[in-house]
């Protein structure tokens, strides 16, 4: 009997440092929810570094790959993160949120978890770094019904990639999929 009454405080203790750990963050997930405005600013960011561009677009298994030579409008590759947007006030109470710190590294790991089954994107995952940028997101949507069917997954990584992974089917047709692949690398040559 003793033991169980020692294992139920500790396991209490823990669980309070637990709750703990997380109080820790000086600020709440909230300043996370405006999707819009931190890939705006990812692609402003972007743009100051003027990297080489290569996209390739994968279509039910056909591949085509190009290297942008204009890189002045990267705020379109991002506009499927932008339109993922929950700061909307429509979706003010749809979303439940957590946040996992890494003591380790000093990362904080923000989830978003669509309380609906139908709202739209399903989950928000942003990792951000002890200094608040976004180091990579990771967005997921679905849909389905009896005619139609949808999944997407959005991946980014800071500086490095963007992946679009887009699955649909209709209703007697066949499934279509689309992946895009954008890779930004060294810096191109400025034109004067």
Known sequence: MRSIAR??????????????????????????RNLRQIFT??????????P??????????????????????????????????ISKPSLQDAYSEGITA????????VIYS????????????LQVDRNRRLRNANITSSASNMLYR???ELRYERDKSIRINTIQKVLFLD????????????????KL
């Open 7 to 32: 294992f139920s405080i500790l396991g209490m203790l823990m669980g309070l440092a637990a709750c703990a750990g997380t109080e820790q963050q000086p600020r709440t997930a909230a300043g996370y």
């Open 52 to 85: 080489i561009v290569t996209k390739v677009v994968r279509l039910n298994g056909v591949t085509d790959t190009v290297t942008l030579a204009d890189t002045t409008n990267l705020l379109t590759l991002f506009q499927p993160f932008m339109e993922a947007d």
């Open 175 to 190: 499934e279509e999929e689309m992946e895009v692949i954008v890779q930004f690398g060294g810096q191109t040559s400025s």
């Open 114 to 125: 669509a309380k609906g089954k139908q709202t739209r994107p399903a989950q928000v995952i």
């Open 150 to 152: 949808f999944k997407q």
């Open 41 to 50: 600013d990812e692609a402003a960011q972007l743009q100051q570094q003027r």
């Open 102 to 109: 890494n003591a380790f590294n000093g990362d904080t790991s």
